[in-house]
C-alpha cells in the first residue's frame, strides 16, 4: 500500500511538471536597450516598435527594457557601452565617431540619397557586403538612415550667397557640406540648439527636417531651403557574449527582422518628416523654399571635391573608396527604381 501511495504521488509531481511545461512555462529572457536621443524622436521610435516585435515573435520569452534619452548610455559612449555589457544592445550614430566606422560613414557623402528608406537598404546592404572590422566586437541587429539633411534658418536663404558667413549648427558630413558652401559650422549637441537659436548664437541648423516638430524648431526657424544632401548613418548593435547566449530560436526572430527593421525605420522617417513640414506650415506659417534648377547646380557644384577628398583619404587607410562610392551609387539607382 505505501509503494502505491509513493507511485501515486510520483505520478501527481510529473503531471504537475510536465503540465506546467505545457503551459508554455519558460524563463524569460530579458534584454537592456540603450538610445540617446529623447523618446519621441524617430531612433527611440524604432527602438519601441522592435522591442514589441521581438516579445511578440518570440511568445514573450523575450522582454526589452528601453531606456532612451541617454539614460544608460550616452551618444558617444554607445559602442564601447554595448562592447563592455553596460547595456545589451546600444544604437549608434557613426556621423559621431567618422574615424571609427570609416566604411558605413561613406553613406553620409553627397551621393544622392533621396531620402530614409532607400538610405537605410543601402546601408544594409553595404554593410553586409563589407562587413567592417569597426563591427567585429559587437553583433549588429539592425542599420538606418535619418532622412536627407536641409537648412531651417531664422532668415530665407534662396541663394548659395545667402548663405555665406551664416552659423548653422552640423555634425558629420553635413559640416564638410557646409564648409564648401561657405557657412560657418558649428558643433553642439541637439539639446544645446533651442537656446543657441533664441540667443543668436547660430542662425539655422542643418539635419533632417523632424525636428521641426519633434523638438519644436519651427517655433524660431521660419524659413526651410531643401538641399537633400547628407543622411546620417545609425547602427543597432548587441553585446557578442549576450548574442551567443542567446537561444537559436531567438536569433532567427532577430535576424529575419534585421531588413524589415531597416525599411520600417526609412518609410517611418519619411512619412514623419512630410508630417513635420505640413505642421510647420499650418502652425507656424513656415515658408519650405526649393532652389531652382540652375540655383541648385551652383550648390551641388563644389560637394563633388567631398567625394573625391574621401576617396583620397581611403587609400591611405588600404579602403577602396572608390569602389565603396561606386557600389553606394548603384545601390541608390536600385532602391530609387524600386519606388523606394
Known amino acids: 500500500m505505501k509503494k502505491i501511495k509513493t507511485f501515486c504521488l510520483i505520478l501527481i509531481l510529473l503531471f504537475f511538471v510536465f503540465g506546467i511545461i505545457s503551459t508554455g512555462y519558460t524563463k524569460k529572457i530579458k534584454l537592456t536597450y540603450a538610445n540617446f536621443p529623447p523618446a519621441s524622436t524617430f531612433p527611440c521610435v524604432q527602438m519601441e516598435r522592435w522591442a514589441k516585435e521581438v516579445e511578440k515573435r518570440t511568445n514573450g520569452k523575450v ?14 559612449e554607445m559602442m564601447d557601452g554595448v562592447i563592455q555589457g553596460l547595456a545589451d544592445i546600444g544604437v549608434v550614430c557613426m556621423a559621431y565617431q567618422p574615424g571609427r566606422f ?28 563589407y562587413n567592417p572590422p569597426a563591427f567585429s566586437k559587437v553583433k549588429v541587429i539592425t542599420l538606418f538612415t535619418s532622412a536627407p539633411s536641409n537648412l531651417m534658418t531664422k532668415k530665407p536663404v534662396r541663394r548659395l ?5 551664416m552659423d548653422i549648427r552640423a555634425s558629420g558630413g553635413a559640416a564638410l557640406i557646409l564648409k564648401k558652401w561657405g557657412a560657418n559650422q558649428i558643433g553642439m549637441p541637439m539639446s544645446d540648439v533651442p537656446e543657441a537659436l533664441q540667443k543668436g548664437v ?48 531567438v536569433k532567427k526572430v532577430i ?11 526609412g518609410n517611418y522617417m519619411d512619412n514623419h518628416v512630410k508630417e513635420a513640414i505640413r505642421w510647420s506650415k499650418e502652425k507656424y506659417n513656415v515658408e519650405v523654399i526649393y532652389l531652382p534648377k540652375d540655383e541648385k547646380i551652383k550648390w551641388e557644384k563644389p560637394l563633388k571635391e567631398i567625394v573625391s577628398e574621401w576617396i583620397k583619404k581611403m587609400k591611405k587607410y588600404g579602403i577602396p573608396g572608390d569602389k565603396v562610392v561606386k557600389d553606394i551609387k548603384a545601390l541608390i539607382a536600385k532602391y530609387s527604381k524600386e519606388g523606394r
Open 63 to 76: 522582454v526589452v527594457e528601453t531606456y532612451p534619452g541617454g539614460t544608460l548610455l550616452g551618444a558617444k
Open 102 to 129: 570609416k566604411i558605413t560613414n561613406a553613406i553620409s557623402l553627397p551621393l544622392g540619397i533621396p531620402n530614409a528608406t532607400v538610405g537605410s537598404l543601402v546601408l544594409w546592404e553595404l554593410f553586409h557586403k
Open 161 to 165: 550667397e545667402d548663405l555665406k558667413g
Open 202 to 249: 547660430i542662425d539655422g541648423l542643418f539635419t533632417s527636417l523632424e525636428v521641426m516638430k519633434d523638438l519644436n524648431f519651427a517655433a524660431i526657424c521660419r524659413y526651410i531651403t531643401i538641399t537633400n544632401t547628407v543622411v546620417y548613418p545609425f547602427a543597432v548593435v548587441m553585446n557578442k557574449s549576450k548574442w551567443n547566449s542567446l537561444p537559436d530560436d
Open 255 to 265: 535576424n529575419d527582422l534585421s531588413k524589415e527593421q531597416a525599411l520600417w525605420t
